[in-house]
Nanobody, 123 residues
Framework: QVQLVESGGGLVQPGGSLRLSCAAS????????MGWFRHAPGKEREFVAA????????YYANSVKGRFTISRDNAKNTVYLQVSSLEPEDTAVYYC????????????????WGQGTQVTVSS
């Protein structure tokens, strides 16, 4: 069992930045690939970024490449998503999720999910 708790969301102006955090507990976090997803009103939940258990491999959705950065600190059982150059289209609830040992872009591969943190980009 894994418990995931996101934080760091908020209201930000276009062009602004936030750092989202996801604190994990309950089992050996360092063995899990982790991902960030988002769900905007009227849209399906979509992949944002993923990171391997070691942090050595990362993947990003094309829409966020160059603007978002995923990282992790296994000593702190925490994964981060630095979101920069934010656009109104980035407004969504952002979720972190644990995938087990294999990094994946597919929602179905993620077994454990946090409750989400709201990011709103508006002037």
């Amino acid at each position: 069992q894994v418990q995931l708790v996101e934080s760091g969301g908020g209201l930000v102006q276009p062009g602004g930045s936030l750092r989202l955090s996801c604190a994990a507990s309950g089992r050996t976090f360092s063995r899990d690939a982790m991902g960030w997803f988002r769900h905007a009103p009227g849209k399906e939940r979509e992949f944002v970024a993923a990171i391997s258990w070691s942090g050595g491999t990362t993947y990003y959705a094309n829409s966020v490449k160059g603007r978002f950065t995923i990282s992790r600190d296994n000593a702190k059982n925490t994964v981060y998503l630095q979101v920069s150059s934010l656009e109104p289209e980035d407004t969504a609830v952002y979720y972190c999720a644990a995938a087990g040992s294999i990094i994946s872009l597919r929602i179905a591969q993620y077994e454990y999910w946090g409750q989400g943190t709201q990011v709103t980009v508006s002037s």
